[in-house]
């Protein structure tokens, strides 16, 4: 239950389990809190500092100081030994003792900068190993002494290493406490230790010469081994991948008895602003968690979340991302709200149910992103590269701003992007790209229904838009678009879809072929528009009728905007070629444009020009049926059973607006006729056609709908009974 704890102190207490759903936590003091397993959806977590109980912080305190004192002993102390044991070597020995080491340390140096702590103690182990077998096969290497002496220089660098990853857990631990304290106590005993170190190492030397030596040796060891120790604590801790060995330790000491959210649902949370040191995420749900300007997030345990990869971590907390890439990173989920994201790559990445009001998105690549359930209202899109993005019904698109879109990539193939508007000196007025996208939304839905390719329907079709506002003149329409196939026709331009607002705003869209410059023809189709509109009425209508006697299409176009216009809806005519050759058949869907283009129908065949009615369509139905056998078994409903309910359940669906009754009913019909002769091809093609387009209308219905249930439990006994697939 949500409670109130605005800047409460409430250092210790365990809400273990407890559900804090919408609590008010603004500014608490949480250090040492037990949120495991807590429920804090859309808690307010402001400004709250998390961190170790008191006893728990001294201890680490001292652990950090013990740890760089026992580091700092180990390193000077093997340095010290190693130098004592080479002026007691044969001059064969010293050399090949001294070049083994010497190359052994480089490379122990070398792996530890360019990959990481963890590989450069598995590599030198290996290399230690091979280089100490191979002294000890020597010839002459049976000796005791020997032999002795090449395992304990091996031990040595053994020790040497060990105080440099041991030093580098004190240093990471030091860096995360941020205590000056414990900075200057390091810095005090680590110089006090090393001088202990280097006389145990040398213990039983009396010649001054040797200890004189073993110094000179050891001193340049013990600097660069101590120096790397220290170089490796702080970059884990600033996040370098290389050495997240050294930094999960660190992390993991400090974390304990601190703040914990492990397990903890935190979708919705909000950490704007919170001091997060020391608190554990660990296998915490963080789904569109605000982290906008926390601090010290990098030393919270955040193991197997996004958190833990530092270039999310930096983009969920400073919310910039400018001329950044993130390709195929996965990014679910992240909240992004206010991002700087401008001109950002997100080629191939996951986006779905991520946060991106009023984000900052212009110019960037959103090439085959991910952006199902993503929340974009208020985003700036100008510029945005939108090919193949994946988005749908759930991807909330409210006021978001946008001048321009571009459809492609450009490539030396093709330098066009597809800009939309397609007039270079035209961009969306308000509301244009809502109206732009929303009907694509539906048709990308309809498409997955059907188990069409996106990729092959994208190569195959480009589009050239053309919005009109503040009334439109179909006649003028009509005959500048005709106008403009027949002075392009290399453009190839088809009539793909009409979508009516009322006749204050109305799109037309006609398919082009690749080669078309759809920005000369926009700016050529207005020109042509314009004139004609300002043409007197008896004019105009004198010059459709000359048209329409040469070819009767101008008419029919012309009634199918002034039939968007007056039905207020989304009609998309897939083939209405305005050249020397028209289609025997044409298909078109039909989006009821109120609200937020609710549903969708689909015609095969239709008419373009009119609207059947219900009653007739209805009749042919019954016909059709009707001339079916009945089932050969009593018990069980045939092909004529299944299809009478379902054209009961159409014509009785409430849901279901006439024009998609129609439209369904007329896809019934079509399963009748498949019906009386379901072996040939033909009919088979026609009636897994019907099935889908009648999916596709259930689809954008609720499912509480009729018709929706109907398809669930009916379509697949009458694909099975016609062997069609499902």
Request: with cysteine; hydrophobic share 45%.
């Amino acid at each position: 239950m949500a409670a109130n704890f605005n800047h409460q102190k409430l250092r210790g207490r365990s809400f273990k389990g407890q559900d804090l759903s919408g609590s008010d936590l603004r500014g608490a003091d949480l250090r040492g809190i037990d949120f495991t397993n807590a429920v804090l959806l859309h808690a307010n977590l402001s400004n709250v500092n998390t961190g170790l109980k008191p006893t728990w912080a001294l201890y680490l305190r001292a652990c950090s100081i013990v740890l760089s004192v026992i580091a700092a002993f180990d390193v000077a102390y093997a340095s010290a030994y190693f130098g004592s044991m080479l002026p007691e070597q044969s001059p064969l020995e010293l050399a090949l003792a001294s070049s083994f080491t010497f190359v052994l340390f480089l490379f122990f140096i070398g792996i530890t900068l360019r990959h990481g702590i963890g590989k450069a103690l598995s590599g030198f182990t290996v290399v230690a190993i091979t280089g100490i077998t191979f002294f000890l096969a020597l010839p002459g290497s049976s000796n005791n002494e020997a032999i002795l002496s090449i395992l304990f220089l091996g031990i040595a660098i053994a020790i040497n290493i060990t105080g440099v990853v041991t030093g580098a857990i004190a240093v990471a631990i030091a860096r995360i406490l941020a205590d000056k304290r414990v900075w200057s106590i390091i810095i005090l005993v680590v110089p006090v230790t090393i001088p202990v170190g280097l006389k145990a190492g040398m213990l039983g030397l009396s010649d001054n010469w040797a200890i004189m030596a073993g110094i000179i040796v050891a001193i340049p060891i013990l600097i660069v081994l101590i120096g790397l120790s220290f170089y490796v604590g702080i970059k884990a801790i600033e996040g370098n991948s290389k050495y997240v060995f050294v930094r999960q330790i660190a992390v993991a000491a400090c974390n304990y008895g601190a703040t914990n959210f492990r397990g903890a649902d935190l979708t919705d949370a909000d950490f704007t602003g919170a001091n997060l040191k020391y608190a554990d995420f660990r296998d915490a749900t963080l789904t569109r968690t605000r982290w906008s300007q926390t601090k010290h997030l990098a030393q919270a345990r955040t193991t197997d979340t996004y958190l833990e990869n530092p270039k999310i971590r930096e983009l969920v907390v400073g919310l910039n991302g400018q001329d950044q890439n993130f390709d195929h990173m996965d990014l679910r989920g992240l909240n992004l709200q206010g991002a700087n994201l401008a001109d950002a790559s997100f080629i191939g990445t996951k986006l779905s149910e991520a946060t991106l009001q009023e984000v900052n998105l212009a110019r960037a690549k959103l090439v085959q992103t991910q952006l199902y359930d993503a929340n974009l209202s208020g985003a700036c899109l100008t510029g945005a590269i939108i090919q193949d993005w994946s988005i749908s019904s759930d991807t909330n698109f409210a006021a978001v701003k946008c001048e321009y879109i571009y459809m492609q990539l450009p490539t030396k193939g093709d330098p066009d992007p597809c800009r939309k508007p397609d007039n270079r000196n035209e961009t969306f007025q308000d509301g244009d790209f809502a109206n732009f996208i929303a009907p694509i939304i539906k048709t990308l839905d309809l498409y997955r229904t059907q188990n069409v390719d996106l990729r092959v329907v994208a190569q195959r079709f480009k589009t050239l838009d053309l919005f009109h506002h503040e009334g439109i003149d179909p006649g003028a329409v009509a005959i500048a678009l005709k106008q403009l196939s027949e002075q392009h026709p290399e453009a190839d331009i088809e009539v793909v879809a009409l979508e009516g607002r009322g006749d204050e705003k109305v799109r037309v869209q006609a398919k082009v072929t690749g080669i078309a410059d759809r920005s000369a023809l926009s700016a050529e189709y207005f020109q042509t528009y314009r004139e004609l509109s300002s043409l007197p009425y008896a004019d105009l209508q004198t010059l459709l009728s000359g048209m329409a006697e040469k070819d009767e299409r101008i008419r029919s176009l012309e009634k199918m905007v002034t039939t968007a216009i007056e039905s207020n809806r989304f009609y998309v005519e897939t083939y209405y070629n305005l050249g020397d050759t028209v289609a025997e058949k044409s298909s078109s869907i039909n989006f009821n444009a109120g609200g937020n283009i609710g549903d969708v129908s689909g015609i095969v065949g239709g008419d373009v020009s009119g609207v059947l009615n219900l009653g007739t369509i209805s009749g042919n139905v019954t016909n059709a049926i009707n001339q079916l056998p009945e089932s050969p078994k009593a018990d069980e409903l045939g092909i004529k059973d299944l299809l009478q309910q379902l054209q009961t359940i159409i014509e009785a669906d409430s849901d279901l607006p006439q024009k998609g009754k129609e439209t369904a009913l007329t896809q019934v019909q079509v399963l009748a006729e498949v019906a009386q002769n379901p072996e040939e091809p033909e009919k088979k093609e026609m009636g897994s056609q019907a099935i889908n387009l009648l999916k596709g209308a259930a689809s954008f219905l609720p499912d509480t709908a009729k018709l929706a249930e109907a398809c669930t439990k009916l379509l697949p006994l009458i694909g099975k009974l016609l062997g069609l697939p499902i």
